[in-house]
């Protein structure tokens, strides 16, 4: 849950890292943004894939220190979505300590690029309830134990009703500009 209105948890700063070792293939940071001296990197130009497998690996700096959640969470690759043209996945999360306060480095992936201009959207998924809640409720308060906690996911629930009126399904979106 994402408590209050940081608009800075709503839209995070971003920078694709066009320079970092991690990266799988070839591209460069779009010439209007190279001109406009922008701070963060949103679109790359001349993509090629890896010479030996034609895969593709972007790495993508995000700023996630407004978020207000586990940061088992934050790391869980399989937690992102990523959509577009060419069949993206964070394939990994890591912790980073980048410039402009980035903390994380989120890792795109695909086998197949696809060609000409495109996006690539990626979002964190807004779940609830997190697993810790299911696991620890019950309904049931017959036989009371140690493990668990009678209504506690109507409890937050409410709590997550009351911080997200509109039933946002993602914390956040990021969007690649690709050329």
């Known amino acids: 849950m994402v408590f209050g209105r ?7 700063f971003y920078s694709i890292l066009v320079t970092d070792p991690a990266r799988k293939g070839r591209f460069k940071r779009s010439d209007e943004e190279v001109r406009s001296h922008a701070k963060a990197v949103h679109a790359i130009t001349d993509i090629q894939p890896e010479v030996t497998d034609k895969s593709l690996t972007i790495p993508v700096a995000v700023d996630l220190s407004a978020l207000r959640v ?10 992102y979505a990523v959509e577009g043209k060419d069949n993206f996945k964070v394939s990994a999360v890591q912790t980073y300590s980048g410039a402009n306060g980035t903390t994380h480095k989120l890792l795109l992936t695909t ?69």
């Open 70 to 79: 586990p940061g088992s969470l934050l790391t869980d690759a399989s937690q």
């Open 6 to 12: 940081d608009e800075k948890a709503i839209t995070p």
């Open 111 to 179: 086998d197949k690029p696809a060609r000409g201009e495109r996006t690539a959207t990626i979002r964190l998924r807004r779940q609830f309830p997190p697993r810790w809640i299911a696991n620890t409720n019950t309904t049931n308060d017959t036989t009371p134990d140690a493990n668990s906690t009678f209504g506690l996911q109507n409890l937050l629930q409410g709590v997550e009703r009351a911080y997200n009126p509109t039933n946002q399904t993602e914390y956040f979106t990021l969007i690649i500009n690709l050329q």
